[in-house]
């Protein structure tokens, strides 16, 4: 059979593809990620950044913001959590459905950054499970797409979620 010629068993009509539904579910939600945004402080400028015309997060599927946690499968935490917001945010995580993701943008938001002090949450791991942290201070929006990818990668592959692992056993 020359290259390009068609087997014979072939369904009439076209071509066809072999998938599992599985992956095409994956496949569909790569690509249709909706992101809710918890901005406290500095770093939600670089989000701002990261959705606009220059870095276009809309090529990879995940522009659309949501304003309902309940709508939202990837929360991007942006800046300062102080243990009186740490309520707020354990709240607004267990709004999501599953699956979900929590992405961690920022010196601050992973670690508390250089904000030591009794106020400060010591990083948003603390409460909630993240998948991806972004280092910088703040990260610019090159940080934000490469999470995105990360996310796709994990989605694509059914990577194990950090709240499959929540709470840390060791
Ligand atoms: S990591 Fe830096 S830029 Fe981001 S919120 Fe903290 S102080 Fe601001």
């Given at each position: 059979?020359?290259?390009?010629?068609?087997?014979?068993?072939?369904?009439?009509?076209?071509?066809?593809?072999?998938?599992?539904?599985?992956?095409?579910?994956?496949?569909?939600?790569?690509?249709?990620?909706?992101?809710?945004?918890?901005?406290?402080?500095?770093?939600?400028?670089?989000?701002?950044?990261?959705?606009?015309?220059?870095?276009?997060?809309s090529?990879?599927?995940?522009e659309?913001?949501?304003?309902?946690?309940?709508?939202?499968?990837?929360?991007?935490?942006?800046?300062?959590?102080?243990?009186?917001?740490?309520?707020?945010?354990?709240?607004?995580?267990?709004?999501?459905?599953?699956?979900?993701?929590?992405?961690?943008?920022?010196?601050?938001?992973?670690?508390?950054?250089?904000y030591?002090?009794?106020?400060?949450?010591?990083?948003?791991?603390k409460?909630?499970?993240?998948?991806?942290?972004?280092?910088?201070?703040?990260?610019?929006?090159?940080?934000?797409?490469?999470?995105?990818?990360?996310?796709?990668?994990?989605?694509?592959?059914?990577?194990?979620?950090?709240?499959?692992?929540?709470?840390?056993?060791?």
């Amino acid at each position: 059979m020359a290259v390009g010629d068609r087997p014979k068993d072939a369904p009439p009509g076209g071509g066809y593809a072999l998938t599992t539904l599985e992956a095409m579910i994956a496949w569909g939600r790569k690509y249709s990620i909706y992101p809710f945004t918890f901005a406290t402080a500095c770093c939600g400028i670089e989000v701002m950044g990261a959705f606009g015309t220059h870095y276009d997060l809309s090529r990879f599927g995940a522009e659309v913001v949501r304003f309902s946690p309940r709508q939202a499968d990837m929360l991007l935490v942006a800046g300062t959590v102080n243990y009186k917001m740490a309520p707020v945010l354990v709240r607004i995580y267990e709004q999501m459905l599953e699956p979900k993701w929590v992405v961690a943008m920022g010196a601050c938001a992973s670690s508390g950054g250089f904000y030591n002090n009794y106020s400060v949450l010591q990083g948003i791991d603390k409460i909630i499970p993240v998948d991806v942290y972004i280092p910088g201070c703040p990260p610019n929006p090159e940080g934000i797409i490469d999470a995105v990818v990360i996310l796709q990668k994990m989605m694509e592959t059914g990577a194990p979620r950090a709240s499959e692992r929540w709470p840390i056993k060791i």
